[in-house]
């Protein structure tokens, strides 16, 4: 994943994010290649989870539709509980790169799991720290993967310069 371009964009609301994942689908943007990552509400300090690579996973609580709408569009469900982080739920590839970054193929000691994975995607190693934060914070990270025209096609369709992108 890290040598294609990546389009990230961070949203303060789930609706918002919803929204962009709703646009991008419309327009007829791969939903393979969208991943999205946001917080849960539980903390522990050790990580654990349940992740589902096929089917969709469910969620309960105050963000479930949000999520449960998500991960019927996405490929690939997480829910961790990332020590330093807090809990993470996670739709689309970003699931695969969080998982080799928990067995310590992508995050070196260096970066939380989180940020490892986020790194792996080809997200600046200044800019996922950043957006670790902003995670924390309860915002929601919208990541389109993809060729260099699919990103750019992706940029249009949300109306974001090259500003927004890592």
């Given at each position: ?13 789930h ?20 991943s ?31 999520w ?35 067995e ?63």
């Amino acid at each position: 994943m890290k040598n294609e371009p990546v389009l990230s964009i961070l949203y303060d609301t789930h609706e918002q994010a919803e929204q962009a994942v709703e646009d991008l689908q419309v327009s007829g943007y791969p939903l393979k290649q969208l991943s999205i990552v946001g917080q849960g509400s539980h903390t522990e300090e050790k990580v654990v989870g349940y992740y589902n690579m096929g089917d969709r996973m469910l969620n309960w609580g105050g963000t479930g539709a949000f999520w449960g709408s998500i991960w019927s569009l996405l490929f690939g469900s997480a829910f961790f509980l990332v020590p330093g982080v807090g809990p993470v739920l996670l739709a689309g590839p970003i699931v695969a790169a969080l998982l080799l970054a928990l067995e310590g193929a992508v995050a070196g000691g260096t970066l939380s799991a989180l940020a490892g994975a986020l790194a792996s995607t080809g997200i600046p190693e200044n800019s996922v720290l950043d957006y670790e934060t902003q995670i924390k914070a309860g915002k929601y990270l919208l990541i389109a993967h993809g060729k260099a025209a699919e990103v750019a096609r992706a940029r249009e369709i949300l109306g974001v310069g090259e500003l927004a992108s890592a």
